[in-house]
Structure formats: structure tokens, C-alpha cells
């Protein structure tokens, strides 16, 4: 729990949720090929107390209604991420030992960080979390190679995790499962003036890489001692967008060409230096 506190004050410090009711996914990868799935949750419950607009009282009631539905979702996940080894082994993606060593390959913790409900979801290799991510659903991606005159471009481009529909999200998407979940509740709790008063809803995706060499079309693009951080803003009118990711690879060709023009310009120069020099 230590780990998700100290991680979760590095990903406030360098995003500020900026007063917004927000829920962030941060995918994390590892030098040892794991993978970290964090959830951030922040309810603004800090900023809402303050202006009076709900209740100490009410703050004990969004907390446990937030835990009680992450149980819920990560009750889901667990059986999952099962069923999805199992299939695998079915359809002989793994092996007998993989399937067993996959089973044990997820960790999940969770809690809260100054009014901000973490979960963790810790994928002991990249294996584990490609039968969690791929192998239970559909993920269409689109692979592209364009030629440009100094380098080549490869990209991958696939919709967001945030807006893929999935079982765990009762066959919706977590953006939606969010908003139907949140607006459900404060229309029980709350009265019309004091949601009008609630922050506007936002989700965030975030991936953090160790490839220097990897780009993409997020929003933002950091960099932190754990590497490079793309994050994109996910909101109700653009929940179902494609991201992408890609890589750029100098055409050798083109540059070698250009090395061998520079060494005859400057061979040229310096022999006809020595031309004119001889000549006077």
C-alpha cells in the first residue's frame, strides 16, 4: 500500500486533476517486463467539503459507495482474467505450465491516498497482461508503415482502453460505466442544486514507457524518472477515439547518400584549396 501511496503522489505532482471529478488509468511498464495497471479515482471530495456542498457525512457515504463498486468491477476482473487463461490454453495460445504460472501472475491492491481511491493491478509479466488486455476481446488494430523522405513512420493505432466495451463494465465501456454509476448516485443522494455544483466528469489515459524511441498523438507528453508519459483526455464527446503509438526509423539509404555528398563537398573544397595554394 506504501508503493500505491508514494506512486499515486508522483502521478498528482505531475498531472494536476485541476478540481475536476477524474478518473485516470495509468499503464505502467517495467524493466523487468512487468506491468502495473494503476486506477486513480478522485472525487473532488476535498474541494466539494469545503464549499459546503456535501456533508462529512456525505464524504463516508462516496467513499464507500466508490469501494463498493470497485469490489464489484474488481470481483470481475478476477474472473476474467481466469476465464481468459483458460480460453487461451483452449485455443493453444499457452502451454500447460504458462496457463499455471498465469494464474498466479496477478496481484491487485488497493486504497485511498488524500481523498483519492488507488487500485493497483500488478501483471507479473507482459504474457499476463497481453491474456488480460487481448485474449478475452476483440482489439482491433490498425497497423500502418508510411514512407516519409528522411524516415519511416510504423504505427499502431487501436481505441482507447477507456472506451472499449468489456464485460467487466456490465458490457459497456468504462466511460460509460463510470458516468452511469456516478450520475445514478448523486441523483439518490443529492439534490438537482448541489449536482449542478459537482465538477464536470473527466477520464485520463495514461501509459508510461521506458522505450525512448516510442511516440504517440497523446495530449500531453512528459517525461519523469520512470520514463516517458503519454496521456490522453477522455470525455463524453470523445470517449470512442482511436491512440496511437509509433515509432520512426531513419531511411539509411537517404542518410547515406547525404553522408557521402557532405564528404564529397568537403573533399572538393580541401582539394581545391590544395590547387589553388600549388598554383600560387
Known amino acids: 500500500m506504501k508503493k500505491i501511496a508514494c506512486f499515486c503522489l508522483v502521478i498528482l505532482c505531475m498531472f494536476v486533476f485541476c478540481g475536476c471529478a477524474t478518473t485516470e488509468m495509468v499503464v505502467k511498464e517495467n524493466a523487468d ?3 502495473e495497471l494503476y486506477t486513480f479515482v478522485d472525487m473532488s471530495l476535498t474541494k466539494l467539503q469545503e464549499e459546503n456542498i456535501i456533508t462529512a457525512e456525505d464524504v463516508i457515504k462516496l467513499k ?11 470481483a470481475r476482473v ?17 502451454s500447460s505450465d504458462e496457463k499455471n504460472t498465469l494464474f498466479s501472475s496477478l496481484e491487485i491492491y488497493t486504497g485511498w491516498d488524500n481523498n483519492v481511491y488507488a487500485v493497483k493491478l500488478i501483471f507479473k509479466s507482459k504474457k499476463a497482461y497481453d491474456v488480460y488486455t487481448k485474449f478475452g476481446e476483440n482489439v ?7 514512407e516519409r523522405f528522411w524516415v519511416t513512420k510504423y504505427s499502431q493505432k487501436f481505441q482507447n482502453p477507456l472506451g472499449r466495451k468489456r464485460e467487466i463494465f456490465l458490457g459497456g465501456s468504462a466511460f460509460e460505466y463510470f458516468v452511469i454509476k ?10 438537482a442544486e448541489q449536482i449542478s455544483q459537482f465538477p464536470e466528469f473527466k477520464m485520463y489515459y495514461t501509459y508510461m514507457s521506458n522505450n525512448k524511441r516510442l511516440h504517440s498523438d497523446a495530449e500531453v507528453v512528459d517525461k519523469s524518472l520512470e520514463g516517458t508519459v503519454h496521456t490522453w ?19 539509411k539509404v537517404v542518410w547515406y547518400l547525404l553522408a557521402l555528398d557532405f564528404v564529397f563537398f568537403v573533399l572538393s573544397i580541401y582539394l581545391a584549396s590544395i590547387y589553388f595554394l600549388n598554383k600560387k
Open 182 to 191: 456516478s450520475n445514478s448516485y448523486m441523483k439518490e443522494n443529492f439534490t
Open 140 to 146: 482491433s488494430v490498425k497497423y500502418e508503415v508510411e
Open 64 to 74: 464507500s459507495a466508490v469501494e463498493t463498486n470497485a469490489s464489484e468491477v474488481l
Open 78 to 94: 478476477k474472473a476474467e482474467f481466469r476465464y481468459n487463461i483458460s480460453d487461451a490454453y483452449k485455443k493453444n495460445k499457452i
Open 33 to 35: 517486463g512487468s506491468i
Open 233 to 251: 483526455e477522455i470525455n463524453k464527446n470523445n470517449y470512442q477515439k482511436e491512440i496511437e503509438f509509433y515509432s520512426l526509423s531513419a531511411n
